[in-house]
């Protein structure tokens, strides 16, 4: 559910199954294609997709050719071949999903065969260049940074979504100042890390990552939904660096208690779409693909306290990412509950500005991106010029922003 535990994990991706052609890595020479058993696992299916000298009908259902053909798959095999160059290995991942390896560089890719063992549906992420993965201590984190200036914006993005959930933010900052994206582990181009995973671990792991990188400091971070987590906890842990923040409907810690107690209780015969928000809500267990855990992490958020007078902007979603059929009388209860939060959010600093994003859902990112740029950009100005934020009513409003308190 959107905004609740999870961000829900969209994938910015290429889908065959939607009928999209594959653009992004590449296979290399192909020969003989390695043997393969007459019904292929998942990781043998990808080999042989990847290898083949031509690909054959069979190996793919109906319903799938029904929506890509053949000769749109072969090309865009071509199309990864230019990209990444010649195809390696195939690596599961926690979660589900596989890396492909190749000599320039690894693509997420998930599949599903139906019950005689051909391809159903295939997903692959965007192309992610080795030179771009950065060894953090065992395992690699994918980085791209752009643009030139201080303080660096960090765009730390919500549960289970790649970098790429930045496409329409990063461009535009990157205008006035240098801004980096990256994947968490387990994510898009990066390697999966060690489990579970905490706010600290992550926090640890995107300071190494920007240390080896050597892309310097002050920075403004950027959160977004469960990604606000992990930007407070790096606030408090290196506080020197820190310069500015955005959240971006970001999660609370104590969302998951204070929405599970604003649902009625449970009824027999209630909206099915109401009982698995109550058992989502419930579930704290790790989730995939990255092996969050929830719990501990709330608890880091809460002891990071405030952050004093800290340049900050809160936004907030305008539109409930809850429609029929979950009913509409508990939606509007519970997002009465995430606004109360986000109220709470934007009293962490002295220095704030909280604006509700009219048109967006939880992803503002992509329905007002230009709400989300004039924030970094009002929070990096104040930064510099180490005076306030602007006035919310002389910017937000034009853009589609309600100013909040």
């Known amino acids: 559910m959107y905004g609740y535990k999870r961000t829900v994990a969209r994938w910015r991706s290429y889908a065959l199954a939607a009928g999209i052609v594959i653009a992004l890595a590449g296979v290399g020479p192909r020969g003989a294609a390695r043997p393969q058993p007459a019904s292929p ?31 749109q798959l072969e090309q865009g095999r071509a ?28 693509v997420r890719t998930r599949i599903a065969l139906d019950g005689q063992g051909r391809i159903g549906t295939l997903a692959f992420g965007f192309p992610k260049p080795a030179a771009n993965r950065v060894d953090v201590g065992g395992y690699r984190l994918y ?66 990552l920007l240390r080896r990188a050597g892309v310097a400091g002050p920075y403004v971070l950027v959160g977004h939904s469960v990604g606000g987590f992990h930007v407070r906890v790096y606030a408090d842990r290196y506080p020197r660096e820190v310069v500015g923040m955005v959240l971006v409907d970001a999660s609370h810690p104590d969302q998951l208690a204070r929405e599970l107690a604003a649902l009625p209780p449970y009824r027999s015969g209630e909206s099915p779409a109401l009982t698995a928000a109550r058992a989502d809500l419930a579930d704290v267990r790790p989730d995939p693909p990255e092996g969050f855990a929830w719990a501990p992490s709330a608890a880091q958020v809460r002891a990071s306290g405030t952050l004093g007078a800290l340049p900050l902007v809160v936004l907030t979603r305008g539109r409930s990412p809850l429609t029929p059929p979950f009913p509409a009388s508990v939606a509007a209860r519970l997002e009465a509950v995430w606004g109360a939060l986000q109220a709470q959010l934007a009293r962490l600093s002295t220095h704030s500005i909280h604006v509700r994003a009219t048109a ?8 007002q991106p230009a709400l989300v740029i004039t924030a970094i950009q009002q929070v990096v100005d ?13 910017t937000f409003p034009a853009l589609g922003g309600a100013c909040i308190g």
């Open 41 to 71: 696992s998942p990781e043998a299916a990808l080999v042989r997709l990847m290898t083949a000298p031509h690909l054959r009908a069979v190996w793919f259902a109906p319903v799938f050719l029904a929506q890509v053909s053949v000769a």
């Open 79 to 106: 199309a990864i071949e230019e990209t990444l160059g010649p195809f390696v290995d195939v690596r599961p991942q926690p979660g589900g999903s596989y890396l492909l390896v190749f000599r320039a560089g690894v």
């Open 143 to 208: 980085l791209q940074c752009i643009g030139v200036g201080s303080p660096t914006v960090v765009l730390e993005a919500g549960l289970g979504s790649p970098s790429e959930v930045w496409s329409l933010i990063q461009p535009g900052v990157a205008r006035f100042t240098r801004v980096c994206a990256y994947d968490r582990a387990g994510v898009g181009g990066s390697d999966a890390g060690p489990r579970p995973r905490t706010s600290d671990t992550v926090v640890a792991a995107l300071h190494a």
């Open 360 to 367: 967006s859902g939880h992803f503002i990112q992509e329905d």
């Open 382 to 394: 104040a930064a510099r010029r180490h005076a306030p934020l602007s006035s919310c009513a002389r």
